[in-house]
């Protein structure tokens, strides 16, 4: 049974038919729970036994709530129905497969048929799904497998036996379909104004006469096949579809220069398409991450023909990556490499998880500069030496996305959609606060809610990061964005969950709310001071300020590789314990009764210290009554940028100085009668990021023999976080 590579051979496929026929002799399904019939039904495609797991396929389905129920498992349906066809008039399987599939898509809508397309291709492709079976084959070394791991095997098998068959077939049936359906240029180039070349992906649904308006997306992650599913997917809606690349990307012969061009290069691929014969002069954008941020770049210089934008999890250059908050971090070091080493990406050197830990942990250890953390894996870094030279948020910086005034001239509706774990979630709600900033009246909405960087892109998951996410906050991100795209570009309707401005998921009470801007998320806000009141092995949070205040002491040898600071990444989000070897921890009373706390929680340090310079870890959680920590939100940043990012203005050593904090994670959360609230406060040294000696020196430049003494402070008890709160809150 453990022999590599043996997925294909007969003896093989006869043993997995006796395992399942096995298994299913001593399977029993539970009513009602939809994955017990899952396995049933792969478990009687293994074994022959077509039509009965014909029939609890559709067992699968009528138990689904999913509107697209009647899709689900159609891939392995459509493969038992051919098989039974094979088996009663004999011939290939292709000859009975093929004619089922074509007269399948012949009877859907553009929609549906894209939708159940992707059913038909295996994420990462055959010989993936092969390397996988014969991974875990490798390790089931035993004579005999108990229950699960004998059902883990039958279903790894299943889906390898299937899409074996059907997937090479379905390449060329669903490539005939589409070219009925659409009208696809895959190879467009557009000149800019600056004299690159850029690659586009250009459909439009067949019989269209009239002009249209555009949905486009840019996006320097090149891949073909993921450009022409998003084209198609915008020409079913009734748009023209257009998938363009970044400067150097794809077809482009320009060298790749992320974040320097999309100012420029976005409009450059608007004007191009308000000059096409298909264009009715309206351009809508949407599109996350890097996409985001090409979206607010296009915004630096607005295009008039462009209508509306709807940035997902949008980076900032310079704010959320490479640095946060004047802090750069490792945590997407090896992203330059996967963007620039080839006209795709390098999934390969991206993957590399074990590279880059050992690179971050051997850096770490060195006391090296950061300025050499290259030099410790080995291979040149050119962009992050690039982006070193740019320690403020400075013009480099600026000149990428809009700017303070710029955000003025910003006219069009604007839909944002983030996660209270995306970790670039700074950049997306700096560009909603700017934008209300300069513009008051800016018809700007926000959808946020518990996603991560990835889950915002698609509406959310079930659980994520061990947290069990509410049923209610799960959202289709795509279909909203098209819904958006049709209230704009075509007076269509609102989409239904746009009831106000700000649109937030309440954690742990399952439900939405809607107000018109962030600061009405909470009636009022209480400041909580960093007493020196001791409660346990916690410090006292307090509601009063100190008549007169104390101090704190905390130190840190900034020398030592073998403790690290600051461990603030909410991953998972719920723990049953903390690292309480450093750090200094306040805690709340307890709440009288639950309450929602919704927004951006900041506030004040003061401290003196020894050195010039701190980089500055705050963690908040709610302590729940069973003693889980719950991550609310945090904060990282360096003490010299505190009062201006752009401009450095360090410590000075022995004096009192006012250290403010502003840019953390917006969260919203229902926290439960008898939770009380923790803060971490700590200084960040730990191999996630730059570790700044104190010295007044540029820090990536800073080494180990920089640390000199202990950093010494002496944090102010009249320190205090502000915390938004409902206006019924109990102060304890």
Known sequence: ??????????????????????????????????????????????????????????????????????????QYELFAEARLRQRQSGG??????????????????????????????????????????????????????????????????????????VEPIARIVLKADDERRFIIADSVLIKTKEGATLSAVVVRKRGITIPQPTALLYFIYSNTDRSLAEAKYAAARGYVGIVADTRGKRLSPDPVEPYEHEAKDVNSVIDWIVKQSWSNGKVGMYGGSYSGFAQWAAMKYPHPALKTIVPYVAAIPGQGLPMENNVFLNANYQWAFYVTNNKYVDNEVNNDNQRWRSM??????????????????????????????????????????????DFANITIPVLSITGYYDDGQISAMQYVTEHYKYKPNAEHYL?????????????????????????????????????????????????????????????????????????????????????????????????????????????????DRSTANND????????????????????????????SLSGMFSGELKAVTNK????????????????????????????????????????????????????????????????????????DKNPFAQINYGTGKEVSHETIRDAGEPLKIKWSTDSFIQLPCQQNFVRF
Not at 632 to 650: T, V
Request: charged letters at 20%; proline letters at 5%.
């Open 612 to 683: 010039k310079d701190m980089d500055i870890g705050i963690v908040l959680y709610e302590v729940t009554p069973a003693g889980d920590y719950f991550e609310l939100s945090y904060f990282l940043g360096r003490a010299s940028y505190a009062k201006d990012a752009s401009l450095r203005h360090l410590l000075k050593p022995g004096v009192m100085e006012t250290i403010p904090f502003s840019k953390t994670r917006l969260f919203s959360r229902q926290v439960s009668k008898g939770s009380r609230l923790l803060v971490v406060l700590n200084i």
């Open 1 to 74: 049974m453990a022999t590599k590579n043996t997925a294909d051979s007969l003896g093989f496929a006869q043993a997995m038919q006796e395992l399942a026929t096995s298994v299913l002799a001593v399977y029993r399904p539970q009513t009602g729970q939809k994955d017990s019939f899952d396995t049933i039904f792969r478990l009687q495609l293994v074994t022959g036994q077509y039509t009965e797991a014909k029939k609890s396929i559709a067992l699968v389905r009528s138990l689904s709530k999913d509107s697209t129920a009647s899709l689900l498992y159609k």
């Open 92 to 165: 290939s399987f292709g000859v009975h497969f093929t004619p089922i599939l074509t007269t399948l898509f012949t009877t859907l809508d553009d929609r549906r048929a894209l939708i159940l397309s992707t059913a038909f291709a295996s994420r990462n492709g055959l010989l993936s799904l092969r390397n996988d079976l014969d991974k875990l084959l490798s390790g089931t070394k035993k004579d005999s497998l108990n229950l699960s791991e004998a059902i883990a095997l039958c279903s790894r098998y299943t889906t390898y036996l299937v899409y074996q068959h």
């Open 447 to 559: 959808i946020i809610g518990p996603y991560d960087h990835f889950g915002a892109q698609q509406g959310g998951i079930p659980v994520l990061r061990d947290y069990k996410v509410d049923p209610i906050a799960l959202i289709n991100t795509k279909e909203i964005t098209f819904d958006w795209l049709d209230y704009v570009l075509k007076g269509g309707k609102k989409p239904d969950l746009l009831k106000d401005k700000i649109n937030y998921e309440v954690m742990g009470a399952n439900s939405w709310q809607h107000v018109p801007s962030i600061e009405k998320m909470s009636a009022t806000s209480v400041k909580l001071y960093l007493t020196d009141q001791k409660e346990g092995n916690n410090y006292r949070l307090s509601v009063q300020k100190p008549k007169i205040p104390g101090t704190l002491k905390q130190e840190v040898d900034l020398a």
């Open 568 to 595: 603030y990444y909410p991953d998972p989000i719920i723990r049953k314990e903390l690292n309480r070897s450093n750090g200094l921890f306040f805690i709340s009373e307890p709440f009288a009764h639950a309450v």
């Open 360 to 405: 971050r942990n051997r850096w770490y250890e060195s006391g090296a500069a950061y300025a050499k953390i290259d030099s410790i894996d080995g291979t040149p870094n050119p962009w992050l030496q690039r982006w070193l030279q740019h320690p403020a948020y400075d013009a480099y910086w600026q000149s990428m996305v809009p700017y303070g005034a």
